[in-house]
């Protein structure tokens, strides 16, 4: 059974930083796709950022970002990161982190087979 494990949200001055770590079972990660999605009440869970199962791959980013995360992967400790900077409140979000057996990465949640429970942003004014 493959298990996702979130950490590293918590709450955070506006123009602060966050790393979030997302731990995995998965024993053949590298054949994996990963996700960050993010999701507020009243709104459609989105995609934050995605990464390919090649190491160093392709990666996706959502527009609205402006380029102020970055998503990386671990592959011999099984683990994704996103590295978020300067966060803004409405970066407010439970961030999850998503995992499907494919090469290629896709921004839409339908696509993800497993998900981690979540972790909590919260970003102050």
């Known amino acids: 059974q493959v298990q996702l494990v979130e950490s590293g949200g918590g709450l955070v001055q506006a123009g602060g930083s966050l790393r979030l770590s997302c731990a995995t079972s998965?024993?053949?990660?590298?054949?994996?796709?990963m996700g960050w999605f993010r999701q507020v009440p009243g709104k459609e869970r989105e995609c934050v950022a995605a990464?390919?199962?090649?190491?160093?791959?392709?990666?996706y980013y959502a527009t609205s970002l402006k380029g102020r995360f970055t998503i990386s992967r671990d592959d011999a400790k099984n683990t994704v990161y996103l590295q978020m900077n300067d966060l803004k409140p409405e970066d407010t979000a439970l961030y999850y982190c998503?995992?499907?057996?494919?090469?290629?990465?896709?921004?839409?949640?339908?696509?993800?087979?497993?998900w981690g429970q979540g972790t909590q942003v919260t970003v102050s004014s």
């Open positions: 998503a995992a499907r057996l494919a090469l290629t990465w896709t921004p839409f949640a339908s696509d993800y087979n497993y």
């Open positions: 998965i024993r053949t990660f590298t054949n994996y796709a």
């Open positions: 990464i390919s199962s090649r190491r160093s791959g392709t990666t």
